[in-house]
């Protein structure tokens, strides 16, 4: 069944760490040419590749198991704090997938939450010393307009993203 307001469901919401997908990478990138949805990525570029590394302000951002677990509980402050429905999430190393359910809220608003929550809390903690920002710029949100795309993408979000994450901390 077909949701039929102009408001979605819910939203398929992702955001990297500062540094872990860069222009020129051999995976593709976005940019202003190539942000539309279901296009291809900019090509490869070795040399764009190496100009963004020496423009980095840290080294690439990895979570480790107590940074995971600090983002993860920063989200589901927020979720809590703004009465929104959080269907799933995983933290991995290099980026958090999660599957919400915001009402009318602008999606752009709610990802610089979680951002700024969860960046709050890492310092907090003592997970994240820097003064620039854990995440990269901008973030994945796609709309989800019935509960199947709901499923698929709760199904994806816990169980697409590999094996569960060993803590060794």
Not at 49 to 63: N, R, T, Y
Not at 85 to 92: G, P, T, Y
Request: aromatic share 10%; with cysteine.
């Amino acid at each position: 069944m077909w949701n039929d307001t102009d408001i979605p469901l819910a939203y398929l919401i992702t955001f990297r760490c500062y540094g872990t997908w860069l222009p020129g990478d051999e995976r593709g990138s976005i940019d202003r040419h190539h942000k539309q949805y279901q296009t291809p990525y900019r090509a490869p570029n070795q040399n764009l590749q190496k100009f963004a590394i020496s423009q980095l302000k840290s080294e690439p951002v990895s979570l480790d198991a107590s940074s995971r677990k600090t983002v993860e509980s920063a989200i589901r402050e927020v979720c809590a704090h703004r009465n929104w429905l959080l269907r799933a999430i995983n933290v991995r190393t290099n980026h958090v997938h999660l599957v919400i359910s915001i009402g009318a809220v602008n999606t752009s608003k709610a990802l610089n939450n979680f951002k700024a929550y969860a960046t709050r809390k890492l310092r907090e903690n003592n997970c994240w010393k820097f003064a620039h920002s854990p995440w990269s710029d901008r973030g994945s949100k796609r709309r989800l307009w019935n509960e199947r795309s709901i499923e698929i993408a709760v199904d994806y979000v816990i169980n697409g993203q590999g094996d569960e994450l060993p803590d060794f901390d």
